[in-house]
């Protein structure tokens, strides 16, 4: 299958160190290129893959200062993926929606997997406007807001079975992971270790824009050596990290649409105790791969009953759920289903819908892939339009 992964610009794939989705498409690509399928990478140039790199600027914008419209790197890479479309059999983006308008109104399948939350009021227009583009969850959780969107599928994000490993290290401490922001409840996490009396180590990088917060909110919260902010860390630092931590606090105050760091915790045997929000309950196994709460209170409870779980059970089930390899036949699966879907579509039913961008007239209803949908959306379309489209920009990812 020749395959594109079109990947955001703002850190390299995989990143350097804190990056989710750009991590995510690494593993994916590199592991779609094991099971023998050609693929090819568009990303920044400073981007390393198995997959042929198609670099879109010479490094990733985070660590180019010289760049202050990142919006039109990003139109400029839709649309160099455009005009090479039909090189391939699939379109896989990991841009959100900024794809839909220009990529509706081109014959090649293409599905987006939204990285983000999905819980604002504006999102509900965007997908009014355009309900029937195939999208790729990250949860369940994640599509409750937008439940009539074009939804393929829900495929968890999953990392490579070896890249992190328990290690030989006596927990002492308890641990955040990830980024310094109002949303992560880091504030949270330092008050349930103090109140616990354990050590905390927070290995988290911290944003220009939430500089702010982290000065005026947190920095007087900091007591080290009990709580201590080590900085970012990559994932060679990883394993040592987590496996040396009691337990992962995420006490999250947004609704986190999946959630890496609970899938790293997990590779490593490290239970996870989490505040019930977005995808938390999903993902963790409350009694067996850690504890889901609901509050600072139950989550001191929670730490008593640590002793209860076995650091081997939440290895096995890292393996058994939340792998790379796993993540890949789940795509190639979802690919396939689209690709058989866009072959049984007559010539005037896709004429129709590149005319129309695949939005106008279209049911309010989720796309279901393969002949169904086909025949819903044949119903659907005043299939009599002919000739060239235009294509419209869309805007960029921010």
């Given at each position: 299958?020749?395959?594109?992964?079109?990947?955001?610009?703002?850190?390299?794939?995989?990143?350097?160190?804190?990056?989710?989705?750009?991590?995510?498409?690494?593993?994916?690509?590199?592991?779609?290129?094991?099971?023998?399928?050609?693929?090819?990478?568009?990303?920044?140039?400073?981007?390393?893959?198995?997959?042929?790199?198609?670099?879109?600027?010479?490094?990733?914008?985070?660590?180019?200062?010289?760049?202050r419209d990142a919006n039109a790197l990003h139109m400029t890479m839709l649309e160099r993926v455009r005009r090479r479309a039909q090189d391939f059999d699939i379109l896989h983006f990991h841009l959100d929606y900024y794809p839909f308008s220009l990529f509706a109104r081109q014959p090649t399948p293409f599905v987006t997997t939204l990285h983000g939350r999905l819980d604002l009021p504006e999102h509900r227009t965007l997908?009014?406007?355009?309900?029937?583009?195939?999208?790729?969850?990250?949860?369940?959780?994640?599509?409750?807001?937008?439940?009539?969107?074009?939804?393929?599928?829900?495929?968890?994000?999953?990392?490579?079975?070896?890249?992190?490993?328990?290690?030989?290290?006596?927990?002492?401490?308890l641990a955040f992971l990830g980024r310094i922001s109002p949303e992560k409840g880091i504030d949270s996490a330092i008050r349930i270790a103090k109140r616990a009396g354990v050590p905390l180590k927070i290995a988290a990088k911290i944003d220009a824009v939430d500089r702010d917060y982290f000065e005026s909110e947190i920095r007087d919260l900091l007591s080290p050596p009990e709580i201590k902010h080590i900085g970012e860390?990559?994932?060679?630092?990883?394993?040592?990290?987590?496996?040396?931590?009691?337990?992962?606090?995420?006490?999250?105050?947004?609704?986190?649409?999946?959630?890496?760091?609970?899938?790293?915790?997990?590779?490593?045997?490290?239970?996870?105790?989490?505040?019930?929000?977005?995808?938390?309950?999903?993902?963790?196994?409350?009694?067996?791969?850690?504890?889901?709460?609901?509050?600072?209170?139950?989550?001191?409870?929670?730490?008593?009953?640590?002793?209860?779980?076995?650091?081997?059970?939440?290895?096995?089930?890292?393996?058994?759920?939340?792998?790379?390899?796993?993540?890949?036949?789940?795509?190639?699966?979802?690919?396939?289903?689209?690709?058989?879907?866009?072959?049984?579509?007559?010539?005037?039913?896709?004429?129709?819908?590149?005319?129309?961008?695949?939005?106008?007239?279209?049911?309010?209803?989720?796309?279901?892939?393969?002949?169904?949908?086909?025949?819903?959306?044949?119903?659907?379309?005043?299939?009599?339009?002919?000739?060239?489209?235009?294509?419209?920009?869309?805007?960029?990812?921010?």
């Open positions: 299958m020749r395959i594109a992964q079109i990947a955001p610009l703002t850190e390299s794939v995989p990143p350097k160190l804190y990056g989710g989705s750009e991590r995510v498409v690494s593993w994916l690509t590199d592991e779609l290129v094991t099971l023998g399928h050609e693929v090819v990478l568009f990303a920044s140039g400073d981007s390393q893959t198995s997959a042929r790199l198609e670099p879109c600027w010479p490094k990733s914008l985070r660590l180019d200062g010289s760049v997908f009014e406007t355009f309900p029937s583009l195939p999208v790729v969850s990250i949860s369940d959780a994640q599509r409750e807001p937008i439940p009539r969107a074009g939804w393929v599928r829900t495929i968890h994000h999953g990392l490579p079975e070896r890249l992190l490993k328990p290690a030989s290290v006596a927990p002492r401490y860390i990559g994932d060679c630092e990883k394993s040592s990290f987590l496996s040396g931590a009691i337990a992962l606090l995420v006490p999250i105050a947004w609704p986190e649409p999946f959630g890496l760091v609970f899938i790293e915790a997990m590779a490593c045997g490290t239970p996870v105790i989490a505040f019930n929000r977005g995808a938390a309950s999903e993902i963790i196994e409350d009694g067996l791969t850690g504890f889901i709460v609901d509050n600072e209170e139950e989550a001191l409870l929670a730490l008593r009953r640590l002793p209860a779980l076995c650091r081997g059970a939440i290895r096995r089930r890292f393996e058994e759920r939340f792998t790379a390899r796993r993540m890949a036949h789940d795509y190639v699966a979802a690919y396939r289903s689209l690709m058989r879907g866009a072959a049984a579509r007559p010539a005037d039913a896709e004429q129709a819908e590149l005319a129309n961008g695949w939005v106008a007239d279209m049911p309010r209803r989720p796309t279901q892939v393969g002949m169904e949908c086909q025949k819903r959306r044949q119903a659907s379309f005043k299939a009599t339009t002919r000739g060239h489209w235009m294509s419209a920009a869309s805007r960029s990812r921010s």
